[in-house]
């Protein structure tokens, strides 16, 4: 079984920075990818952004790409997503998520953490 616990999110302006975590418990971290999600009010989970196990292959969506960087550290069992040039539009709740291979399809990931909210005001 696997633990995903997250941090960070809140409210910034437009044009700010947040940095979300989440930290791992239960299982060795670095046998999973990881991904981040983000559903809007009224809208579909969409993907974010994933890392492979090691951390030396990324892929991010094309709305966040130049913008937002996922990262794991895996001696301390979290993975990261930094937001910088935050927009209204990235405004969700955003949930950090593990799979067993790099996917951006929702449905093969497992394990979800518990989800941040993350607000950015014009």
């Known amino acids: 079984q696997v633990q995903l616990v997250q941090s960070g999110g809140g409210l910034v302006q437009a044009g700010g920075s947040l940095r979300l975590s989440c930290a791992a418990s239960g299982t060795t971290f670095s046998r999973y990818a990881m991904g981040w999600f983000r559903q809007a009010p009224g809208k579909e989970r969409e993907f974010v952004a994933r890392?492979?196990?090691?951390?030396?292959?990324?892929y991010y969506s094309d709305s966040v790409k130049g913008r937002f960087t996922i990262s794991r550290d895996n001696a301390k069992n979290t993975v990261y997503l930094q937001m910088n040039s935050l927009k209204p539009e990235d405004t969700a709740v955003y949930s950090c998520?593990?799979?067993?291979?790099?996917?951006?399809?929702?449905?093969?990931?497992?394990?979800w953490g518990q989800g941040t909210q993350v607000t950015v005001s014009s």
């Open positions: 998520a593990a799979a067993i291979v790099p996917t951006a399809d929702v449905t093969r990931y497992t394990y």
């Open positions: 890392i492979n196990w090691t951390g030396s292959s990324t």
